[in-house]
């Protein structure tokens, strides 16, 4: 199994985001949780380290002051050399110090000890400073100055030992008999102030993980349980559209889930019973139209060989019966045309049409057709010519339907042509072929071009039919062009003209990738190498 790229994380995440509204609440939740417990347990550890430090550094200060007055002690207990004419070995004075000092003070680790003279004095004598061997570096210039400058008081400064523990320096100041000012600096070690401080963040850290991963638990089964039933219903639902009518979502309960439940499924049998009412109605439509046109042949036949007969006996009839012959036989033509037009119309709707391929050169179609109009155009003064481009071509298509699509259209642009000329143009790519014809008459707005294909409309209804059309051409064109898998578009403009473009598959079940001729396409009047059959 080949692993997946790391590089498609990101956009595997955002797919599941934009997706899923479980994943999106759990981790907005886990974030804002997450950060929450951050910024609170943050301060929780900045509280508890100061709060440390501070009780640290009070017990410090306070073990610092008994240091100091102790050391003062010891140095007063001291006689001078004015005393009884005693004379005091000072360089012992501060080994003894130390050994006192160290004992009172009670810092774990040990206690780093410095006493060291203040400089810019002039006495009598001079006691030897000294520090213990673990006394670090750590004595600043600066604290040394606030020593010196506030004797009566103990200073502190926070530092940092070499192995990286923090730790504090404390100073004062003490007066020898003889040999004057002297500093005493003590370093107490907080490293088990600082493991202390650790161990609580760590906790923290462990506890605040721990609470979001609960958090996110309890969110993830809530959703779960209000997400459920959301997706069983967006389910039902899509197996509703499908037809599926008879799925309906599970109810239990009487919580608000429930409730929605009751409700869909009420909507659905609403629904299902007006789907299956209107199937009802138009099946009965379906079956009224294919049985009145089945009927309607066999007097219509009658009715044609009578008319027939009469129209050609017409010569021998007074004028105005002539002419009565004349119009029953043209409109029982067009009522045979309209009676097959709805005998198709009704083998759409009932689902029973099918196709029979063939390899057809478009071309030689479209000039079959175009012949076979031409007597039609020139009666109403257009000239038909051909524009094709891409040469000659053969594609899987039903002839049969694709000849009645382009006659429907010529007769179009012939009907509403204004006796200018009618190009069509034919060409086609990779994956499909295309014929449009373009006339130059009155054209039609919006309105009309949005319902050119629905039966028996008319964007005029004033305006007379004079090629004997029925007004179920343009819907039938577009369910045969439908059935190949193709597209039947049109663009007007009134006063510019109309086109109408047929798009169909070279090949049954490769989908067109695009129309090989522009829509509207470029002036078909001035385009050159056309070819006027």
């Known amino acids: 199994m080949k692993p997946l790229d790391w590089r498609s994380y990101p956009g595997r995440i955002v797919r599941i985001w934009r997706t899923s509204l479980q994943f999106r609440t759990v981790a907005i939740t886990v974030v804002s949780s997450g950060i929450a417990v951050f910024i609170i347990g943050g301060f929780i550890s900045i509280s508890i380290g100061n709060n440390l430090f501070a009780s640290r550094s ?16 010891i140095f007063d207990a001291v006689p001078t050399t004015a005393d009884q004419g005693a004379t005091v070995d000072l360089d012992s004075l501060p080994g003894t110090i130390r050994d006192k000092v160290l004992p009172s003070t009670t810092t774990p680790g040990g206690t780093g000890f410095e006493l060291v003279r203040t400089p810019d004095q002039q006495t009598d004598q001079i006691m030897q400073s000294t520090r213990t061997t673990n006394f670090p570096d ?43 000012s ?62 599926q009518l008879e799925e309906r979502i599970p109810e239990k309960g009487d ?85 097959a037009d709805l005998l198709e119309v009704s083998r759409y709707d009932a689902g029973a049409v099918e196709l029979e391929l063939d390899a057809t050169n478009l071309v030689r179609l479209v000039e079959d057709a175009v012949d076979s109009m031409r007597p039609l155009a020139d009666e109403r003064g257009s000239e038909l010519r051909i524009v094709a481009p891409g040469g000659y071509f053969e594609a899987e298509i039903d002839a049969r339907r694709v000849r009645r699509i ?48 629905d039966r028996f409309w008319r964007a005029d209804p004033s305006r007379q039919r004079t090629i004997g059309g029925t007004g179920l051409g343009l819907a039938i064109s577009l369910e045969d062009a439908t059935l190949h898998d193709g597209w039947l578009d049109v663009w007007s403009e009134p006063g510019e003209g109309t086109c109408f473009r047929l798009t169909l598959p070279r090949e049954r079940g490769i989908p067109i990738e695009s129309s090989p001729l522009d829509l509207p396409p470029a002036d078909a009047r001035l385009q050159e190498g056309a070819l006027d059959v």
């Open 58 to 73: 009070n017990q410090v200060q306070d073990e610092a002051r008994s240091a100091h007055n102790l050391a003062q002690e």
């Open 182 to 243: 002297y500093e005493l600096y003590l370093v107490y070690d907080l490293s088990q102030v600082q493991q202390t401080l650790n161990y609580v963040q760590r906790t923290m850290v462990i506890g605040g993980l721990a609470l979001v991963l609960l958090i996110a638990a309890i969110m993830y089964t809530v959703v779960r349980l209000v997400v459920g039933p959301i997706r069983v219903a967006a389910q039902t639902s899509e197996k509703l559209a499908a037809g």
């Open 255 to 339: 919580d608000v889930i429930a409730t929605l439940a009751r409700s869909f499924n009420g909507m659905a049998d609403s629904l299902q019973q007006q789907i299956t009412k209107l199937a009802e109605l138009s099946r009965l439509q379906q079956r009224f139209v294919s049985d009145v046109s089945h009927e309607l042949r066999t007097p219509l036949t009658t009715i044609r060989l009578a008319g027939d007969v009469l129209f050609d006996q017409r010569e021998s009839f007074e004028p105005s019966a002539a002419r009565t012959a004349e119009l029953l036989h043209t409109q029982v033509q067009r009522f045979e045309v309209l009676l």
């Open 138 to 180: 750590v004595v600043t210039d600066a604290l040394r100055a606030r020593v010196v400058r506030d004797p009566q008081h103990v200073q502190f400064q926070s530092v940092s030992l070499e192995n990286g523990a923090p730790a504090l320096v404390v100073g004062s100041q003490v007066n020898v008999p003889s040999a004057g």
């Open 406 to 453: 382009l006659r429907n259209l010529l007769g179009n642009a012939i009907e509403h042509g204004e006796g200018r000329p009618i190009v069509v143009m034919v060409d086609s790519n990779a994956t499909a072929v295309a014929l449009a014809v373009r006339d130059y008459g009155i054209g039609m707005r919006d309105s009309d071009v949005s319902r050119v294909f």
